[in-house]
């Protein structure tokens, strides 16, 4: 076998030359990570195997210095003694290169499944508990959506996922503590991918839902909207190119339907099932996972389930969905005019039933510029306050004639609420309709 590496590396003629130089490695900082890849994925000739390592490596360290714990690639260290491993496992004759190495005496030193595509080893327990001695889940929103995770939000239609989300969104602008009650531990800029609403309807519904905020303080983060649905030219790859440069804390997408049906529309397929909801996680956790962002993917009920008391079983779409969400929650129409239930359905991270179900309110002002989102009352029993029938819940014609006299008078619509036992939203409908 030739020792002759710098003749190797500069005889045009010779098949390993051409071989080599296809790699794209660069000479002078091998990318030792690279090439026992392709070591691993091209000829069984163990000779030319053996002509690769020594041309490619020989410029390296490795076999100069037999002390090194490590070859310094292009971005990163490898571990010597990983590298040793897989030559050997793959028949290299390590001592022709004058390497002494024993498999059993010579441990792997942090062995990375990806230096060798074919092989991934089960991790061992103690390993396990090392790297991750010190980690604890955190969330955007305790106990609703999980920091870095694909979380779900479902709800029947009509109810205010949008408002709730958007919302949501604003929270994380204004670097608020609290949503809805849940504590907040993840602000950032919020790209909100929009595949249902026109523009222009978007905006009569974002722009009540931001004044409020405006009153608090200066917006420390950004919203920004991708509207699919009047940009029907655009790709996956183009919803991947914002994130890309945006680089989102949240990334909402509204919602799973309209999402499935533009992802077919590219891919050209009609089927919902398992395999392509397998398609969808993939997509996403490469956009956590690469961009360091959470992802939100709104969804609806299925049709006749109105009144159920709140599981993931009700969620459009097929059951791998919720299997692969890390948290899904709910939001379910009460009794009560305006009045919404929150209820936490899926966790990971919480014991079942540790979390309880939230009785909350989207209303607006008398004159519909402002939108707000309130929480009414905490752990309320579901059953009680759940929305069964279509008639809803009635109020006496003397309270509602009482209710417009008060206001006439000059009295808030918070202060009558009070006095009389409804919700403030209900009084401003009251007076509304009176006028």
Not at 82 to 110: C, M, S, T, W
Not at 335 to 360: A, F
Request: glycine letters at 6%; proline letters at 4%.
């Amino acid at each position: 076998m030739s020792k002759n590496i710098f003749e190797l590396r500069n005889t045009e003629g010779n098949h390993l030359f051409e071989v080599i130089t296809s790699m794209n490695i660069n000479f002078d900082k091998p990318d030792a990570k690279q090439l026992i890849a392709y070591i691993n994925t091209t000829t069984e000739d163990e000779e030319r195997k053996a002509f690769i390592i020594e041309t490619v490596l020989g410029a390296t360290d490795f076999f100069a210095n037999t002390n090194a714990d490590e070859i310094q690639s292009m971005n990163y260290t490898v571990p010597k003694t990983d590298i040793l491993h897989i030559l050997d496992r793959n028949k290299v004759d390590l001592p022709d290169f004058g390497i002494p190495f024993n498999a059993v005496e010579q441990a792997y030193k942090g062995y990375d499944p990806a230096l060798d595509p074919d092989i991934v080893n089960p991790t061992r327990d103690i390993d396990l508990l090392e790297w991750y001695k010190d980690y604890s889940p955190k969330f955007v929103v305790d106990p609703l959506i999980f920091l870095g995770g694909f979380n779900i939000v479902g709800a029947e239609r009509a109810t205010g996922k949008t408002r709730l989300c958007l919302s949501l969104a604003y929270h994380m602008i204004f670097g608020m503590k609290e949503f809805l009650g849940c504590p907040m531990d993840g602000h950032g800029d919020v790209l909100f991918v929009n595949l249902e609403i026109p523009e222009s309807d978007f905006k009569l519904i974002l722009e009540p839902i931001r004044i409020p905020f405006l009153r608090e303080g200066p917006e420390l983060h950004t919203l920004y909207t991708l509207n699919i649905q009047e940009n029907l030219k655009l790709t996956i790859e183009d919803i991947e190119n914002q994130i890309a440069r945006i680089r989102p804390r949240l990334v909402i997408i509204d919602s799973f339907k309209m999402f499935m049906s533009f992802l077919n529309r590219n891919e050209q397929k009609t089927e919902l099932n398992n395999e392509s909801v397998l398609e969808i996680f993939t997509l996403i956790k490469g956009w956590r996972k690469q961009y360091n962002s959470t992802v939100l993917l709104t969804n609806h009920t299925n049709k006749g389930t109105s009144g159920q008391d709140g599981h993931a079983d009700l969620l459009y779409g097929p059951g791998a969905l919720y299997d692969y969400a890390d948290q899904v929650f709910m939001l379910r129409k009460a009794k009560g005019d305006s009045q919404l239930l929150l209820k936490l359905v899926k966790s990971r991270y919480k014991k079942e039933g540790s979390i309880g179900v939230n009785l909350i309110s989207i209303s607006d002002n008398p004159d519909e510029t402002e939108i707000f989102l309130e929480l009414l009352e905490e752990n309320v029993d579901e059953s009680e306050y759940i929305f069964r029938n279509s008639s809803g819940k009635s109020h006496p014609p003397e309270m509602i004639l009482r209710a417009q006299e008060l206001c006439a008078e000059g009295r808030s619509t918070r202060d009558v609420g009070k006095e009389l036992g409804v919700h403030h939203a209900t009084v401003a409908r009251w007076v509304k309709k009176a006028s």
